[in-house]
């Protein structure tokens, strides 16, 4: 059988020692970090919210633009042949 080491008990304390030796530290913080910690949280909320949104819009202005100038070449095609036909709307 051997020994245990000494050094090792030493080095390495038990769970106990550990948690009863541990010093905590308490941040002492003013009201105005506490505000300015909510503004940033409600900022990137509503930043998150209105991203989509505008992203969304953009999309929607990007596939509409084509679709309306072939619409309105067609108004204007459908109006000139009209006209030649006498046909005043």
Same mark, same amino acid.
């Given at each position: 059988?051997?020994?245990?080491? @000494?050094?090792?008990?030493?080095?390495?304390?038990?769970?106990?020692?550990?948690?009863?030796?541990?010093?905590?530290?308490?941040? /002492?913080?003013? =009201?105005?970090?506490?505000?300015?910690?909510? %503004?940033? /949280?409600? %900022?990137?909320?509503?930043? #998150?919210? #209105?991203?989509?949104? /505008?992203? #969304?819009?953009?999309?929607?202005?990007? /596939?509409?633009?084509? %679709?309306?100038?072939?619409?309105?070449?067609? %108004?204007?095609? @459908?109006?000139?042949?009209? =006209?030649?036909?006498?046909?005043?709307?």
């Amino acid at each position: 059988m051997k020994k245990e080491s @000494t050094v090792r008990k030493k080095t390495c304390p038990g769970k106990s020692d550990f948690l009863e030796n541990k010093t905590y530290v308490y941040p /002492i913080r003013n =009201w105005k970090e506490y505000l300015g910690e909510s %503004f940033l /949280i409600i %900022f990137s909320v509503l930043l #998150a919210l #209105a991203l989509p949104n /505008i992203s #969304a819009k953009y999309t929607k202005k990007k /596939i509409q633009k084509p %679709f309306l100038k072939v619409l309105q070449m067609n %108004f204007v095609v @459908t109006k000139r042949r009209l =006209w030649k036909c006498r046909i005043i709307i």
